[in-house]
Structure formats: structure tokens, C-alpha cells
């Protein structure tokens, strides 16, 4: 609990036994479709204690729990990675059957560089309708090659109808990258995550995709990729501050850049569409000045409380805070520019408004 108040983590991902990652390999390897996966409470309680253990720790009251993206499999064929997709969801439905105050599911989908859309558009409502999950994980590029129509694209759009129709939302998380240009770099996946995340952000800002679906909900995860870098007219300085008048807003200068001197220019600029209903980012950053540059250019109620508990920052501690540096709580904790309430709207308000089933499940 934060202040009273329920602390609601949307960026959770599987504990599992080793077992679990047996099968996937056997599935890749042997390719039986007659196979299935069958793990036992038993079997999976060690793994799962662990994860509880961890959330405890940092103050984490219900977690959404989703696959591993690096798990999702998307680069095979689809039916291999139909049923592995299954067999993810079944194992993400145990972990909430096995303790439903704490676990809530998110689904994967059987995306494939083919496409597949309309099969992932029935997964998710089988995942809703069976489990009572409420969104899913959406890959960008579920090749992992660069290939795949960007977010904005009509490609998506069967998904996008399907979600906006039952309320479910999705949310933007890669897998891995096969670009060999990466090969030998440490954690190559996180890079590709920035990149996906970035260009995920800009597609659905400046694409349509909200004005066809204007109930579709969308979570980018890790802030949404880069922190902006370059700024245009009319964005605001600080979305934190109470202000998005002129002393808190890029204006133009006067002054016009070109590759030539004296060079005229005219800029037609489009107007923004509010997307402050549509397009949400999680905290899931572990560097306090990314995770407060975020805060101030996307505005608190835009952001949702995530973590990645346990995941690739639990091993490490933040000399700053004395905690591990996936507590993210203590991170937001030490930012001073944000007050209390503010802090409550970003771990309890904010996820119950962006995935309005967590209403319907009593959280």
C-alpha cells in the first residue's frame, strides 16, 4: 500500500519453473502439435513464492502478470508458436488461479512475422473472456527483422476494433532483435527495446489510429522509449507543472536553421490531437534522471506505476536510495517535483483508468 492506497504494477512478467522453458525448447526442437504442456502447483510454487517474496519487498500490492517478451517465441511458425502461446497463457492463468489478490493476467498473442492479426484479435478475447485477463502484450516487430507495418498501419487495425470493442488493453512490449549488426552486444534486446519503443510512441502520435478506435487504450512500456530530444512549437516544457500557457511552452524564435543562408522558410503544422485517453507509458525505468526527464515530458497522468519485478534490474542497488533499483516505488518516492498525490494517481488511479477491467476484477 502507498498512503492508503492500493499499489497496482502493470509491467510484471512469468516466474517459472525450469520446466516451463524444457518444454518451449522441446516444442522448438521435436515440433509435436499432440504435445502439452502440464505443470503442477507444486511444481511452479518455489518459483512463484520467490516473485510474491520480491513484490513484498517492494511494496507492490497486484502485479500484471505477462510473458517474458524475450519467451514470446513470434519469429517461429505459427503453429508452433500457437501453441506455445497456449500454453503461456495457461501458466500466466495458473499464477492468478493460485493466488488472485496479487496476480492478474495479461496475454501473449500468437503474433508471427506473417501477421496472424485477426488470430490475435480472438486470442485476446478468448484470454478475456476464459481467464477474466484484461489486455495483452503487443509486439511491434514479432520477426525481430525490422519488417513488420508500423503501429499505425491498417494492418493492426482488426486487433485495435477487437480490444476497443471489449475493453481490453494492449500494451507495447518487443521481443528480441535478430539484427546482426547486434550480435555480441550485451542485452541486445533492451537496445531494441528503445528503438521499437520510440518508434511505437511516434507512429501512434501522428498516425490515425486513435481517431478510428477512440476508446482503444494503449501502454507503451520502459517511459515509451527516448525521452524527447529535439522540440517543436507548442510543446510544453514541463508537463508536471500546472501551467501550459506561454512561460511553460517552445515558441517560435524567429530564427530559421537550413543548409543554406537567408533560405525562406514556411511550416505548416498540423494540430496535435489530445490522446491523454489513449496513449499511456509506464514507469518501468531504472535510471532516476531517465525515469524524472519521462515525468516532466509526458505528465503524471500519462504515466502508469511498472516495474519488471523480478526482473534484469533486481540484482542491482541504487546507492541513492538503499533499495534495489526495480523499486521503483523509493525512486518516485526521491523525486521531489511530483507531491504525494500525484505519486497515488501514477500507482493506483491512473492503472484503474487505463485498464478499466481491473474495475470489474474489485481492484
Partial sequence: MYKGKTVIDVHGHLSTPPQFRAFAFNLVVIRDPNEQLALSAEVMKPAIERHLKMLDERGIDVQLLSPRPVAMMHWERAPVVEQWTRSTNQVIAQHC????????????LPQTPEGNIRRCADELER???EHRFVGAILNPDPGGDRKSPGLNAEHWFPLYERAEAIDATLIVHPSITRDPRLDGVSNAYQYNNLTEETLATL???QGNVFARFPRLRI???HCGGAPRRLVEAGAILDATRASHGPDNMFCDSGEFAGGQFGMQVKRVRAGKADLHDNLFFDTCAYDPHFLAAALRQRGVDRMVFGTE?????????NPDTGRPVDDVLALLDR????????????????????FPRLIERGV
Avoid at 309 to 317: E, F, Q, T
Fill in 127 to 129: 484470454c478475456i473472456r
Fill in 219 to 221: 501502454v507503451v512500456c
Fill in 97 to 108: 488461479e493460485m493466488h488472485p489478490h496479487r496476480f492478474i493476467g495479461i496475454g501473449q
Fill in 309 to 317: 519485478v523480478p526482473g534484469s534490474g533486481s540484482h542491482l542497488r
Fill in 335 to 354: 523525486l521531489d517535483f511530483i507531491t504525494d498525490e500525484e505519486r497515488i494517481r501514477i500507482v493506483y488511479d491512473n492503472p484503474r483508468r487505463v
Fill in 203 to 205: 507512429l501512434l502520435e
